[in-house]
């Protein structure tokens, strides 16, 4: 599963969350916009692969608490298994401003 939500504050769509579902029955590639917060949650073992459009630069990363009811997301899980970078995320309103990118 893909939790999408769009952070761009001139965007029609701001604020829009939505869950894709990927899998074996319904192989999908998903363009992801600069500024729309995304995140995976693995179902079943699987493999991910991200192409991206520069070099990773981890100074230009964040996150947002996966059940943050600010992002709506329904990820379909009470009790995941998280990482503890992905635990100690905080929830979007507490997020820098300079976190979310400006057009």
Known sequence: RAGLVDLRPH??????S???ELGDESPLGLFIPIGVAHGFYAVTDC????FV???????DEYGVAWNDPAIGLDWGADDPL?????ANNPRLDALPADAIPQP
């Open 11 to 16: 965007s029609p769509t701001y604020r829009a």
């Open 18 to 20: 939505q869950i894709v």
């Open 47 to 50: 493999t991910l692969i991200y």
């Open 53 to 59: 459009n520069n070099y990773y630069d981890s100074t």
């Open 82 to 86: 998280i990482s503890e970078r992905d």
